[in-house]
């Protein structure tokens, strides 16, 4: 890494065993209450260089997969006050044996067109499990603009949502929207690619701690594809038929937020606000970068995983960046492309989810690949050092496509998988996958799968719980 590019960050503490107790609003960090629609904030990134602080290593109470170096921050969860559920609509008992567990919004909710991309995250305490879910969603009234919002459960199947928008620390719903300042990258759409709660030792004077969103942005520049170009807007799910779609450019970004629901949008350094930009000209990840999930590795040493279409190969392609602070980022090139010829992902990978296997200390990515008739299946990568020598497991071949059902609710395609790692404190550890699927019409809703003990070579969609 050039130590010239980045301009390193006082030691970071990543916290991703706990849920924190909710916070007082800063009138730095977080913008005014909200009535309807959230209001953000950007600032400028020097605001980070002065956090600083050594962290501990807390290992038995990883609870996402990662083997993180922690501080415990909470002996135990707070109350975070009574979130507010809306009804679900109806889901038969055939569609939840399937896997389904989130299903669109009702009536005139934010989130009734569409929903996907969920980034889901278990916190232990004590004496009860807290899971929060980060998803995008499209609302009828605006459906050419995706936003994100934040669902609860007690126990990853159960979840409870909002209408509209977040007033309180408390509530579920919508948390961010497109901005509005018209340079922006992300005035179209954003969408969620990772979540990570961080500390510094200056804002725990405060008892404060923050949780960063990492999130693709879209902006109006429409992009040129190859005239062939069989699918719509990569992160969309409902796929085009026309030869000449609607794709727009998308550029990473990050927000930071003291409750997870009220954000703050981080400035990078391109002039759009976002993170980094594309690549030059024939290079792989010069369309576009979408997808950024950031895993912490260790001290100074934060890893991010993103996709673009490199269009040499006509492929979906997964690539890495390192950074020291969480803001400036290094380039290191594409470390996984399209499968071979008849391959679920003959057309590429897309969509990565890396997480740490607590069990041998390796990293695991679940990806979604795209398959020459443009269908969407999961399949599943293994590295011993998350940087190279990226495998393939299960022989190349998925591990969770559509269901065969020709009515069932993700009978079109599967993707954007999440991965948590479900420790029991011994060998019989489970994988659990969440995941976007797409049913008949475009139709899409959030799933979930789980793994045979530790085994990553195939995933059974959930179909209740067992006494």
């Known amino acids: 890494?050039?130590?010239?590019?980045?301009?390193?960050?006082?030691?970071?503490?990543?916290?991703?065993?706990?849920?924190?107790?909710?916070?007082?609003?800063?009138?730095?960090?977080?913008?005014?209450?909200?009535?309807?629609?959230p209001l953000l904030l950007r600032i400028k990134s020097p605001f980070l260089t002065h956090c600083s602080a050594k962290p501990h290593t807390h290992k038995d109470n990883a609870t996402n997969g990662e083997d993180l170096s922690v501080e415990l921050l909470s002996s135990r969860i707070e109350d975070e006050g009574e979130a507010k559920p809306i009804p679900e609509q109806a889901i038969s008992s055939s569609l939840i044996s399937r896997g389904l567990v989130l299903d669109l919004g009702c009536g005139d909710s934010w989130d009734n067109v569409e929903i996907g991309s969920p980034v889901v995250k278990r916190f232990l305490?004590?004496?009860?499990?807290?899971?929060?879910?980060?998803?995008?969603?499209?609302?009828?009234?605006?459906?050419?603009?995706?936003?994100?919002?934040?669902?609860?459960?007690?126990?990853?199947?159960?979840?409870?949502?909002?209408?509209?928008?977040?007033?309180?620390?408390?509530?579920?719903?919508?948390?961010?929207?497109?901005?509005?300042?018209?340079?922006?990258?992300?005035?179209?759409?954003?969408?969620?690619?990772?979540?990570?709660?961080?500390?510094?030792?200056?804002?725990r004077a405060n008892s404060a701690a923050v949780y960063w969103l990492y999130y693709t942005g879209f902006s109006a520049e429409k992009l040129e594809f190859p005239e062939?170009?069989?699918?719509?807007?990569?992160?969309?799910?409902?796929?085009?038929?026309?030869?000449?779609?609607?794709?727009?450019?998308?550029?990473?970004?990050?927000?930071?937020?003291?409750?997870?629901?009220h954000w703050a949008r981080i400035e990078g350094e391109h002039h759009s606000g976002a993170l980094f930009d594309s690549g030059q000209e024939g290079e792989w990840d010069s369309l576009f970068i979408s997808s950024p999930n950031v895993l912490f590795h260790g001290n100074g040493d934060l890893r991010m995983y993103y996709h673009s279409f490199d269009t040499k190969s006509g492929c979906f392609a997964i690539g890495i960046a390192r950074s020291r602070d969480g803001i400036k980022w290094v380039k290191l090139g594409k470390i996984l492309g399209g499968g071979g010829e008849g391959a679920f992902d003959e057309m590429g990978v897309m969509n990565p989810n890396v997480v740490r296997n607590k069990r041998?200390?390796?990293?695991?990515?679940?990806?979604?690949?795209?398959?020459?008739?443009?269908?969407?299946?999961?399949?599943?990568?293994?590295?011993?050092?998350?940087?190279?020598?990226?495998?393939?497991?299960?022989?190349?071949?998925?591990?969770l496509k559509q269901c065969e059902e020709e009515d069932g609710w993700d009978s079109e395609g599967v993707g954007s998988p999440c991965l948590v790692e479900m420790d029991n404190g011994g060998e019989d550890c489970q994988w659990r996958l969440y995941y976007r699927g797409v049913g008949r019409g475009g139709r899409t809703g959030i799933g979930l799968a789980l793994s045979d003990g530790a085994d990553l070579q195939r995933f059974q969609r959930w179909t209740g719980f067992h006494i």
């Open 360 to 399: 041998d200390g390796g990293y695991v990515m679940g990806y979604e690949g795209v398959g020459l008739d443009g269908k969407r299946s999961i399949g599943m990568a293994v590295s011993s050092d998350g940087l190279k020598g990226w495998r393939r497991v299960n022989n190349s071949k998925s591990v």
């Open 125 to 203: 305490g004590d004496e009860e499990e807290r899971w929060l879910m980060w998803y995008h969603g499209r609302s009828g009234k605006n459906p050419e603009s995706e936003s994100i919002g934040l669902a609860v459960s007690s126990n990853g199947i159960h979840w409870e949502r909002g209408i509209g928008g977040v007033e309180s620390s408390g509530d579920v719903g919508m948390v961010m929207n497109p901005s509005q300042d018209w340079w922006g990258f992300d005035t179209l759409s954003v969408i969620p690619g990772e979540v990570s709660i961080m500390s510094s030792a200056k804002l």
């Open 228 to 261: 062939n170009f069989p699918f719509q807007n990569p992160e969309r799910a409902c796929s085009n038929s026309s030869k000449s779609p609607n794709c727009f450019k998308s550029l990473p970004g990050l927000a930071m937020s003291q409750d997870g629901r």
């Open 1 to 37: 890494m050039d130590s010239a590019t980045l301009s390193p960050l006082s030691t970071i503490k990543i916290v991703n065993t706990l849920l924190l107790p909710p916070l007082q609003k800063s009138a730095t960090l977080s913008p005014p209450k909200p009535k309807q629609k």
